[in-house]
């Protein structure tokens, strides 16, 4: 798999990331988990459940697997590759266990639910098989296993949103976290393995969502991003047990789409103008929107706010007409500019990015040529650029011959790629001169004489801590005099404080 830089969504760095503990947890089972997750922020989100779920049963973390007790691997099986590597850290914990009988292997979410008993019963490599939405039951599953039982609950569920368990969270820099707004996909694009490993879509409790950003706010983080696969169709009704909370009465009222009136559905756009609301401070981020579903009402709602980010990422995955038609994604290339020239009319600065398959079943030169194109229209910031990969079960495993050969396959990537380097430079060079409000979130990682953060825009910001007294989760304005492929490169300008959040931000300031 290629990608052009790393971000939080899917984040390269972050693969096989272990747990690590935030403070030393009172355990009082004498037991110790370790967990190493794999895949696309929503993993790692569920990662932090599964913490969450275990320290409240008693059991310590460790980012150290060979003293744990209870080995988890939090799986992703989007791409080939991506179970390629889960099942070589399988059999690294497996030759372990030799020496440790005692030691427990569990395998959670997308693999889990696909490869259940070839692990189990076939390969014997694991004790533990839990699907995403059965983590709820691991404390239960652990005891079966601990007896001897090979424990399994794979069972997909249409109404889990793990609302009510505040996540635990991993590594974090304490300046941004996701949170989890739905789980599952109702769509069916013939490549993707989704909607058979994480089942059907369903939206959390808005009240829920709010606590949890509110209670993030005031840990001290400054930036949310709220996850979805399909964000735009986010919607929850509110019960009778809670149509008279403040906010989803005050969110309906609120909505520019709906006019408002107690009681009726959270939108997405609803949803987002609420947490933006906590306060200036909290920048609030979303992905992934999908471009049938994106509307004017999210676009004007992240013009009404300066904390919501102008960033949107509106995956098109192919340029051809054709292609999408066969990849199921049920737009076409002229609806999708459309999108992106609605993006631009009402956000005029907005980031946009986007992710794209090369070698789909059947594509033609004349296909990659339109991606190509479309590519140059959209002007991406950023992209993730992936090959082809055929998941079994898939619509296009069942429908069409994968026969794009896959040296072709990477050499399309490869153009594909070099195109995006190039759009991502333009990108970066006309930023050059501006200046940019950052939400400090670390050191550089070259140096830590610098300071590493990002714009609204979601493009990486570095600049030199001399002079000022930053600390991580300020916001510093930052001119930018250089730039590489992926990051801007400034100097500070002026201090931070709550009033700058008042600030107009302009190119010129
Ligand atoms: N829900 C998001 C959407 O609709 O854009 C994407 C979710 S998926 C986890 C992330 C990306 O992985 C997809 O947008 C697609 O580009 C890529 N992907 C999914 N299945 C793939 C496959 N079989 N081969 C290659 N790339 C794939
Ligand atoms: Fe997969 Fe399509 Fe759902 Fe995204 S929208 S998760 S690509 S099925």
Redesign the pocket.
């Known amino acids: 798999m290629l990608e052009l830089t790393n971000t939080r969504l899917h984040d390269e760095d972050r693969q096989g990331e272990a747990f690590s503990p935030s403070v030393d947890h009172n355990y009082t089972t004498g037991k110790k988990f370790y967990i190493e997750s794999y895949g696309c922020a929503m993993n790692f989100a569920d990662s932090e459940i599964v913490a969450s779920i275990l320290q409240g049963k008693g059991f310590g973390a460790t980012r150290n697997f060979e003293e744990a007790d209870l080995v988890l691997v939090n799986t992703c099986s989007i791409r080939e590759k991506a179970e390629q590597t889960v099942r070589s850290r399988l059999h690294i914990f497996r030759q372990l266990k030799r020496s440790k009988p005692s030691l427990l292997i569990g395998v959670l979410g997308c693999m889990a639910e696909r490869l259940k008993s070839k692990f189990l019963e076939e390969e014997k490599l694991v004790d533990l098989v839990v699907g995403p939405d059965a983590y709820r039951t691991l404390p239960v599953l652990i005891e079966e296993a601990e007896g001897g039982q090979k424990a399994v609950n794979v069972l997909l569920s249409r109404e889990e949103t793990y609302a009510d368990i505040s996540p635990i969270r991993i590594d974090s820099n304490g300046v941004t976290a996701f949170v989890s707004i739905m789980r599952g996909?109702n769509?069916?694009?013939s490549?993707?393995v989704?909607?058979f490993t994480r089942g059907r879509e369903r939206s959390r409790d808005a009240i829920s969502i709010v606590k949890e950003c509110e209670a993030l706010y005031n840990e001290g983080y400054r930036e949310v991003t709220l996850l979805g696969?399909?964000v735009d169709s986010y919607y929850w009704y509110p019960n009778s047990d809670n149509v008279d909370n403040e906010f989803i009465s005050g969110a309906a009222n609120n909505s520019p789409s709906t006019g408002g009136g107690r009681g009726e559905a959270v939108t997405f756009a609803m949803l987002l103008e609420t947490v933006a609301k906590i306060s200036p401070l909290l920048r609030v981020r979303f992905s992934?929107s999908?471009p049938k579903d994106i509307t004017d009402d999210v676009l004007h709602i992240i013009c009404r706010y300066e904390n919501i980010c102008n960033y949107i990422h509106l995956?098109v995955?192919s340029g051809s007409n054709r292609i999408l038609q066969l990849m199921n994604?049920t737009y076409t290339r002229e609806w999708y500019m459309s999108k992106i020239k609605r993006i631009r009319e009402i956000i005029p600065d907005c980031g946009i990015s986007s992710d794209i398959i090369t070698g789909f079943c059947t594509e033609t030169v004349e296909d990659h040529l339109d991606t190509l194109d479309l590519m140059k229209f959209a002007r991406y910031d950023m992209s993730y650029m992936f090959f082809y990969s055929e998941r079994p079960g898939t619509l296009a495993a069942k429908r069409y011959q994968d026969d794009v050969p896959e040296e072709t396959k990477k050499r399309r990537l490869d153009e594909v790629v070099k195109l995006q380097n190039k759009l991502s430079r333009e990108s970066n060079l006309k930023d050059i001169g501006k200046t940019f409000k950052v939400l400090i979130e670390g050191d550089s990682k070259r140096s830590a004489g610098d300071w590493r953060g990002r714009s609204t825009q979601n493009k990486v910001i570095v600049f030199p801590k001399k002079g000022f007294d930053f600390v991580k989760g300020d916001y510093a304005f930052v001119k930018i005099h250089d730039c590489t492929g992926a990051t801007l490169i400034g100097e500070a300008i002026i201090t931070t404080d709550a009033p700058m959040v008042e600030m107009e931000i302009s190119a010129t300031l």
């Open positions: 996909c769509n069916m694009c490549f993707c989704v909607p696969q399909n992934t999908h995956p995955q994604r």
